[in-house]
T-cell receptor
Framework: GAVVSQHPSWVICKSGTSVKIECRSL??????MFWYRQFPKQSLMLMAT?????????EQGVEKDKFLINHASLTLSTLTVTSAHPEDSSFYIC????????????FGPGTRLTVT | RKEVEQDPGPFNVPEGATVAFNCTYS??????FFWYRQDCRKEPKLLMS???SGNEDGRFTAQLNRASQYISLLIRDSKLSDSATYLC?????????????FGTGTQLKVEL
């Protein structure tokens, strides 16, 4: 099946620094990728939809200037958490829409971000 | 009201038991429905899609009731390896139909 990779797996950074997370579709082209965030014991919450070659679409309440998304190629989307704060500590997961044109999404393994 | 609601559990069942989870969704225009499985500190993985006619995959059976707007998942002969959180997922009608809305998940613990 389709594979989505995500790097890094986990990162610990200091408050005020910026962190970049990469999401790659390994064996298919993904014109649309998604970024989710999951806090402990909560459901996945969609942050933004990343479209190759155009601006990302952010969900209500998500600061686009804080969470920078770049989808420069058909296989790579990046999420940069700028000026990270402890409340940004979370599990960030990307996904790519299935190439068959269904609504299924393939998820990356996630990145656990801890901001100290 | 949440868009997708699930009983969080946990449901503790003995190995070999049959267990069922339900999920309700609020948007009657939703088009696609899924059950995902999520292990602790891991990403969600698609377990099965849910079709109007109901569908079965081995020990797993999913059913959809559009009139009542609920989805069910039945697990027969449960195994220790079935212990996980089961996420009910509904495809939304915003964002070009691409948006998946996740329930908070139902935690299953299968015990010896």
């Amino acid at each position: 099946g389709a594979v989505v990779s995500q790097h890094p797996s986990w990162v610990i950074c200091k408050s005020g620094t910026s962190v970049k997370i990469e999401c790659r579709s390994l064996d298919f082209q993904a014109t649309t990728m998604f970024w989710y965030r999951q806090f402990p014991k909560q459901s996945l919450m969609l942050m933004a939809t990343s479209n190759e070659g155009s601006k990302a679409t952010y969900e209500q309440g998500v600061e686009k200037d804080k969470f920078l998304i770049n989808h420069a190629s058909l296989t790579l989307s990046t999420l940069t958490v700028t000026s990270a704060h402890p409340e940004d500590s979370s599990f960030y997961i990307c996904s790519a829409r299935a190439p068959r044109g269904t609504y299924e999404q393939y998820f990356g393994p996630g990145t656990r971000l801890t901001v100290t | 009201r949440k868009e997708v609601e699930q009983d969080p559990g946990p449901f503790n069942v003995p190995e070999g038991a049959t267990v069922a989870f339900n999920c309700t969704y609020s948007n009657s225009a939703s088009q696609s429905f899924f059950w995902y499985r999520q292990d602790c500190r891991k990403e969600p993985k698609l377990l099965m899609s849910v079709y109007s006619s109901g569908n079965e995959d081995g020990r797993f059976t999913a059913q959809l009731n559009r009139a009542s707007q609920y989805i069910s998942l039945l697990i027969r002969d449960s195994k220790l390896s079935d212990s996980a959180t089961y996420l009910c997922v509904v495809n939304g009608v915003t964002g070009g139909g691409n948006k998946l809305t996740f329930g908070t998940g139902t935690q299953l613990k299968v015990e010896l």
